[in-house]
């Protein structure tokens, strides 16, 4: 099983749908989880981190279910401007305690 | 803006030269990371630094190798250069004492290998 793994994609939605993201990771000691939107040719950006009652951020909801070790990420009436990657992130608690990124999931918003 | 810079933004160099990537922290952060993303990949962990010491690695051959100063900025070197070590590579830095995993990326360097 991959350490982290995400949707393959892409994602292709009209504006104002609701669109929604899973991620899986393999480490249950895992304590630190978070999404990052990634714009083409860009860094990585921390959108949200992810708590364990779930947590919301205006038009983005994350909730995290450790027995299943799953995260998800929602986006309400998506915006032109929400396309782009959503990258899950994990920690990973061990000798080298890494930060492990998923591949990502391609959202393309269509007008 | 993040704070963390990265130099240079794009690089060309051919199979079997060195490269040297620099990283300026963001304030305050005394940890940098560095990763390797392919493209249509995520980034791929390479290393992390902690008072100027390597305290983490992923799957990299050691022909990568870096350095963190006592400023918290940080180098990546590559030797041997191959054409699959043609990425982006990017450096995140955050602060180990706050007890967050929370990072924050520089701009990335775009190594073309030919």
New interface residues.
Partial sequence: RKE?EQDPGPFNVPEGATVAFNCTYSNSASQ?F?WYRQDCR?????LM?VYSSGNEDGRFTAQLNRASQYISLLIRDSKLSDSATY?CVV?NPGR?????????TRLHILP | E?GVTQSPTHLIKTRGQQVTLRCSSQSGHNTV?W?QQALG?????IF?YYREEE????NFPPRFSGLQFPNYSSELNVNALELDDSALY?CASRDIQAG?????????TRLTVT
């Fill in positions: 982290v630190s978070f860009k860094e990585p950006k921390l981190s990258l920690n080298d305690d890494k930060i492990i990124f998923g591949k990502g | 993040t990371s990763y990949q995520g980034p791929q962990f992390q305290n983490g690695r992923g990017l967050t995993y929370e990072q924050y990326f520089g701009p990335g």
